[in-house]
């Protein structure tokens, strides 16, 4: 099979891009806080092969989503189960009223 990638910011996409969203409920008075987490643990997570960006998005109702976009799910699980990560994660937890709500998706066209 025979895989079509394009070039985009460096960055070369298949179909079997894997995508992790996740809503999130902050904390009263932790935005700023968790921004500044979330900011300092991508330095530490982006190095990881397969990373191809991570965002805190905020919606105008005041909501919050997390999105990892990977170049597969293979190269998500290997960072999701790093010792890296595993050190990140609670503290990014401690910012959160409640889990994140996640779903997972890989790229069905473009």
């Not at 990881?48 to 990977?70: C, T």
């Amino acid at each position: 099979m025979i895989i079509l990638e394009k070039k985009l910011n460096g960055y070369f996409f298949s179909h079997n891009m894997f995508v992790m969203m996740a809503d999130v409920q902050l904390k009263e008075g932790a935005e700023e806080d968790f921004k500044k987490w979330f900011s300092e643990s991508n330095k530490v997570l982006s190095p990881f092969p397969g990373f191809v960006s991570r965002k805190f998005l905020k919606s105008a109702d005041g909501s919050y989503r997390i999105i990892v976009e990977h170049e597969s799910k293979e190269t998500f699980i290997k960072m999701h189960n790093s010792p890296e990560h595993d050190k990140l994660h609670p503290e990014g937890h401690s910012y959160m009223s409640q889990p994140p709500a996640r779903k997972t998706y890989t790229v069905a066209a473009e």
